[in-house]
């Protein structure tokens, strides 16, 4: 793939994360749960961790921002930027099942702990306390749709140009 076409790709996913985190969202807890993670983790299994780390980043930052959450831009962006590059470097090139849980667990970690530290001086710990709930509900909303995904997307990967 030439540059053109990963920047051009990478573009068209950012955009797409932005649209499925924005919408439909269904409030929990503190925040919401969406379904924009399913883009991080085909990005970052179809185009590596640069990629992940930028759609995250970006199109998660970018759907805080739009709807009205701006105080999560900035750790948005380190949370799911962190979160894409992981599971590019766990599963870039190297789609297996067990590789996959642990990609999994480790974007579990990574959301939940980010979003625990982020709230607490924005928020304070009692309310902190309640994204330990929210997260992992919002994992398993994206974590569910990718499962099904990505064996498909991998099977045709040269088909679809990666």
């Not at 805080?64 to 962190?82: E, M, R, W, Y």
């Not at 909303?141 to 995904?149: D, K, V």
Request: aromatic share 12%.
């Amino acid at each position: 793939m030439n540059r053109t076409n990963f920047i051009t790709r990478i573009a068209i996913l950012t955009a797409l994360a932005c649209v499925l985190t924005f919408f439909p969202k269904v409030p929990v807890g503190g925040g919401y749960v969406h379904f924009g993670d399913c883009i991080i983790y085909i990005a970052a299994i179809l185009m590596g961790p640069v990629a992940g780390m930028i759609v995250g980043a970006i199109g998660h930052s970018l759907a805080d921002l739009i709807s009205g959450f701006a105080i999560f831009c900035v750790p948005t962006l380190i949370i799911k930027g962190l979160m894409g590059f992981v599971i590019g470097k766990i599963l870039y090139k190297t789609y297996t099942l067990p590789r996959f849980v642990i990609s999994a667990l480790s974007a579990l970690v990574i959301v939940t702990v980010g979003y625990f530290i982020a709230e607490i001086p924005l928020f304070g710990y009692e309310t902190a306390v309640i994204s330990l709930i929210s997260s992992p509900i919002q994992w398993a909303m994206s974590l569910i749709p990718s499962a099904i995904l990505l064996p498909f997307l991998i099977k045709n990967k040269k088909r679809l140009g990666f």
